[in-house]
Nanobody, 119 residues
Framework: QVQLMESGGGLVQPGGSLRLSCTPS????????IGWYRQAPGKARELVAE???????RSGDSMKGRFTISGPGAENTAFLQMDSLQPEDTAVYYC?????????????WGQGTQVTVSS
């Protein structure tokens, strides 16, 4: 079974930075699209940023200019660099991907990693 392995996250002060990474647990999958969604308490899950295998990216409006996604590249890993973090960025961040494995097209979700922005 293919899973998404996330790392990064944690507690940071306002104005600080964090870097998230996400990669499939099986190296032989082909990533079509990979990125992150986030969900704050009492709010709907929203797109943070995603990148496809051609390197094209899209991101949520409130993240533009502050968050940068890169990957998947040869490492089959996506990275999310988050700068100028604000308390409203506090949420659980979920990695999400569409991958192909043995002719199967799979949608995957990570378990989520907590990002807390607080002084």
């Amino acid at each position: 079974q293919v899973q998404l392995m996330e790392s990064g996250g944690g507690l940071v002060q306002p104005g600080g930075s964090l870097r998230l990474s996400c990669t499939p647990s099986v190296s032989t999958v082909r990533i079509g699209v990979i990125g992150w969604y986030r969900q704050a308490p009492g709010k709907a899950r929203e797109l943070v940023a995603e990148v496809n295998d051609a390197g094209n990216t899209r991101s949520g409006d409130s993240m533009k200019g502050r968050f940068t996604i890169s990957g998947p590249g040869a490492e089959n890993t996506a990275f999310l660099q988050m700068d100028s973090l604000q308390p409203e960025d506090t949420a659980v961040y979920y990695c999400h991907a569409w991958v192909t494995r043995m002719s199967q097209y799979l949608e995957l979700w990570g378990q989520g990693t907590q990002v807390t922005v607080s002084s």
